[in-house]
């Protein structure tokens, strides 16, 4: 069973975001990570690879 990570996606000075950031990480486990990390690549890997939109 995978437990849902939460993001807040709020506004707020750069230092405190990272903060929160680095809090969020810390409390997932090694499988969570990885699982996020994989999430990162394969979104990256889909807009380098997505057909570009003619006007």
Do not use: C, G, W
Request: a positive charge; aromatic letters at 6%.
């Amino acid at each position: 069973m995978k437990a849902k990570v939460t993001t807040k996606l709020n506004h707020a000075n750069p230092s405190k975001m990272e903060s929160r950031y680095i809090d969020e990480i810390r409390k997932m486990s090694p499988q969570q990570r990885f699982d996020k990390l994989m999430a990162i690549i394969e979104i990256s890997f889909l807009l380098k690879t997505a057909k570009k939109i003619s006007k």
